[in-house]
């Protein structure tokens, strides 16, 4: 069955870096973009990433434009999320979630990223 | 940018209430609309795409439709499985809306 993990998370300082992965199994991984979406403590769902099935193309949303990068390892079926320059307010759970097309039809648990000193 | 405007944020009803959830786009977007449920500590869950397309396993009594740039989540009859938060995403740039919440009346 399809199943992406989210990993990577963790606690880290204003100012720093962080990766995150998302292990995908049970289907093509090559064959399907995939996104990044967070939610903030207490806040709404929020799309972040998209990226194309072989990686030729990547969007991001304004709020992190310039600061995160979206790629993949096809080869691992891995996809991943660099972020840079963390504040408080990209504390959040993040998820991976597959691209159906016309929807996000599977995703994972979410990882916790905690931006604090 | 397309903007999502979801109302209401906060539903409070019963067991085997219909409730009615809308979703508004600043723009066209065709039926490029999902609509998620989403649990505390849980992934969220597709339950409709292409503003009224149930996805396969997603209980009946989910339904959706769309008039213009109004898309509408409808739950016919309320249950217990049913109390979480709903939120609609357009599929042109991926926004969501802000999400409602389904409370126990």
């Known amino acids: 069955q399809v199943q992406l993990v989210e990993s990577g998370g963790g606690v880290v300082q204003p100012g720093r870096s962080l990766r995150l992965s998302c292990a995908a199994s049970g289907f093509g991984f090559n064959n399907f973009g995939m996104h990044w979406v967070r939610q903030a403590p207490g806040k709404g769902l929020e799309w972040l990433s998209f990226i194309w099935f072989d990686g030729s193309n990547k969007y991001y949303a304004d709020s992190v434009k310039g600061r995160f990068t979206i790629s993949r390892d096809n080869s691992k079926n891995t996809l991943y999320l660099q972020m840079n320059s963390l504040s408080a307010k990209d504390t959040a759970v993040y998820y991976c979630?597959?691209?159906?097309?016309?929807?996000?039809?599977?995703w994972g648990q979410g990882t916790l990223v905690t931006v604090s000193s | 940018d397309i903007q999502m405007t979801q109302s209401p944020s906060t539903l409070s009803a019963s067991v085997g209430d219909r409730v009615t959830i809308t979703c508004r786009a600043s723009q066209s977007v065709s039926n490029w609309l999902a609509w998620y449920q989403h649990k505390p500590g849980k992934a969220p869950k597709l339950l409709i795409s292409k503003a009224s397309s149930l996805e396969f396993g997603v209980p009946s009594r989910f339904s959706g439709s769309v008039s213009g740039t109004e898309f509408t989540l409808t739950i016919s009859s309320l249950q217990p499985d049913d109390f979480a938060t709903y939120y609609c995403?357009?599929?042109?740039?991926?926004?969501f809306g802000q999400g409602t919440k389904v409370e126990i009346k």
């Open positions: 979630a597959r691209d159906q097309g016309v929807a996000l039809d599977y």
């Open positions: 995403q357009q599929y042109n740039s991926y926004q």
